[in-house]
């Protein structure tokens, strides 16, 4: 089975400042994840995505992601917090050697950003 | 703008409608999905389609009931919906090639079960 958990409800952060929206999964052989970000009556949009290699992704809009294996996190991080980032985040993973082709989503992170 | 079309944005209906959601793809990917998104609850898959044929069924209610003619077009039809049915819609897509292609989703069906 393959799960995700986002921990925090919502994240508050100042214009400005560094922003880390956490993220753990579950899986049972080794992961693919993924990061969504989804604006008010819109889909989700793909941020940045891990399938192997450096731990640390970059992605759309200046965020990155880390990948760390012993603690089975894939947090996302932005050095300098925009107020036009305030969404809803959504951290996303698949087990690469089950197979599945569906994504498992976590339940979202809302990031609102103070100017 | 998304390739992935929704239709219709918003729908209200009584439990004893039948309705039907539509999804269209512009992107030539060859695999399809719905998801229901609830406040504050993870997405949850209800359908996988892979060149047309159904790959995965997550132990929908058959009041849901998916049907794929072609690569680029995905239906919901729904019947005897209950309130908590309602919810967010979301169609996606992807290219099946790709295991580890990203999902591109269309801007959804908001819908109101009363």
């Known amino acids: 089975a393959q799960s995700v958990a986002q921990p925090e409800d919502q994240v508050n952060v100042a214009e400005g400042n560094p922003l880390t929206v956490k993220c753990t999964y579950s899986v049972s052989g080794n992961p693919y994840l993924f990061w969504y970000v989804q604006y008010p009556n819109r889909g989700l949009q793909f941020l940045l995505k891990?399938?192997?290699?450096?731990?640390l992704v970059k992605g759309s809009y200046g965020f990155e992601a880390e990948f760390n294996k012993s603690q089975t996190s894939f947090h996302l991080k932005k050095p300098s917090a925009l107020v036009s980032d305030s969404a809803l985040y959504f951290c996303a993973v698949r087990d690469r050697d089950t197979g599945r082709r569906a994504l498992t989503f976590g339940s979202g992170t809302r990031l609102q950003v103070q100017p | 703008e998304t390739g992935v079309t929704q239709t219709p944005r918003h729908l209200v209906m009584g439990m004893t409608n039948k309705k039907s959601l539509k999804c269209e793809q512009h992107?030539?990917?060859?695999?399809m999905y719905w998801y229901k998104q609830s406040a504050k609850k993870p997405l949850e898959l209800m359908f996988v389609y892979s060149l047309e044929e159904r790959v995965e069924n997550n132990s929908v209610p058959s009041r849901f009931s998916p049907e794929c003619p072609n690569s680029s077009h995905l239906f919901l039809h729904l019947h005897t919906l209950q309130p908590e049915d309602s919810a967010l819609y979301l169609c996606?897509?992807?290219?099946?090639?790709?295991?580890?292609?990203?999902?591109?989703f269309g801007n959804g069906t908001r819908l109101t079960v009363t």
């Open positions: 992107l030539g990917h060859n695999a």
């Open positions: 891990y399938i192997t290699g450096d731990n």
């Open positions: 996606a897509s992807s290219q099946e090639s790709g295991v580890n292609s990203p999902l591109h």
